[in-house]
């Protein structure tokens, strides 16, 4: 639904940017003053500036609550965590079994990345937050409040469009991080598939990491995975961290008691579906990338013509970065820009399923046929 609202909102603010229609009722205030007399300057919101104020109002509702329940729960999470990683340092009893010493290693390896992802979590749920509170002053200028100094004018806009870049600019650094991380994901599944049908269905369970142990286990018929604060279960009671925990080290000592002894065949096939689906996730972060780089740019064009209004004062950098346009064009393409490449982006978001599903099934038609 978001990504749908999303492609509606920069979509109509695409059609304002180019004017297209621009003969008909959407560009009409008048049409807006049959059905409500706004007073002055809002008396001059057009039918379309109203359709691209709801969209707008959307994304501040849920954009601004998906980042408040990002930070609560990673505070939470990180909680849990913390506790769980206290009672695993404070353990002194000592594993004799080989399966049971790797698994309170992955265990404790995998409290640890949790933890890390969990911090991530806060700091792009406070960015996202950041973003969704500057729709305020967005759905406000689609009803020219912004030519008041009723919540702060267009100095105010200018601000929050500024926060929301910054925010933006942090959100892009996860996307080349989240891009990179998924094509290394990708070649590790291919190169672990390989070694796993080279062992003929047995694992190499002393060196195997927490990512591989979630491999091996994904494709299981039993219960979710073992290590429970991965399942987004943050309601944990203090006093029974300690019993869950151990009972986390023995599921995952039974399943790799189960993995030493032999594994299906068909997993490392899977593994093999599964890094071409992750190498499709890799390649489509990038495509958000530069997406967003472009949006980024556009957008700050916009910030720079207000910072620096007077286009012969400008430095030479300045004008390099604004491809040497007069501000007014400048702030138009930067604004264009920015909204055609939000336009493409929730097209990419609701088409990628789609495409992980036909990579899916063109790898069982193939297994059908061999």
């Known amino acids: 639904m978001d990504a749908i609202v999303q492609f509606v909102r920069n979509a109509l603010c695409t059609v304002k940017n180019f004017n297209v229609l621009g003969s008909t009722f959407l560009y009409d205030p008048n049409v807006t003053a049959r059905y409500y007399e706004f007073p002055s300057p809002m008396d001059q919101t057009t039918p379309l500036e109203i359709l691209i104020s709801i969209t707008q109002i959307y994304a501040l509702v849920t954009v601004s609550i998906a980042g408040a329940k990002m930070i609560s729960s990673s505070i939470k999470k990180l909680h849990l965590i913390s506790r769980l990683v206290s009672l695993q340092v404070e353990r002194n009893d000592a594993k004799k079994e080989k399966n049971e010493v790797v698994a309170r290693r992955i265990v404790t390896e995998s409290l640890l990345q949790e933890s890390d992802a969990a911090i991530r979590h806060f700091f792009v749920g406070v960015n996202v937050f950041a973003i969704g509170i500057s729709f305020v002053w967005l759905s406000a200028n689609s009803y020219h409040i912004t030519s008041t100094d009723w919540i702060g004018g267009v100095a105010a806009l200018i601000h929050a469009l500024t926060v929301a870049e910054i925010a933006l600019l942090v959100l892009l650094y996860y996307m080349v991080k989240d891009a990179r991380d998924a094509m ?34 994904a494709d299981e018929d039993d219960d979710a995975s073992p290590l429970f604060w991965t399942n987004g279960d ?137």
Not at 323 to 351: K, Q, R, S, Y
Request: hydrophobic fraction near 45%; charged fraction near 25%.
């Open 234 to 370: 943050v309601s944990s009671d203090v006093a029974a961290d300690g019993k869950m925990l151990t009972k986390a080290e023995e599921a995952v000592a039974t399943k790799l008691a189960k993995l030493a002894k032999s594994v299906d065949p068909q997993v490392a096939e899977s593994l093999l579906v599964k890094a071409d689906v992750c190498r499709f996730e890799g390649l489509r972060e990038y495509v958000y990338l530069v997406l967003n780089f472009f949006a980024f740019y556009g957008y700050a064009a916009c910030i720079l013509v207000y910072y620096f209004q007077n286009e012969e004062a400008q430095p030479s950098f300045m004008r390099t970065v604004l491809l040497h346009l007069p501000n007014a064009d400048a702030d138009w393409l930067g604004n264009a820009v920015g909204d055609f490449m939000w336009t493409v982006e929730p097209i990419v978001i609701l088409g990628s399923p789609l495409v992980a599903q036909s990579i899916t099934k063109d790898a069982k038609k193939k297994e059908k046929v061999a």
């Open 184 to 217: 290394r994901k990708s070649n590790d599944m291919k190169k672990f598939a390989a070694n796993l049908s080279k062992s003929k269905g047995f694992a190499e369970v002393d060196g195997l990491t927490v990512e591989e142990f979630g491999w091996l286990s």
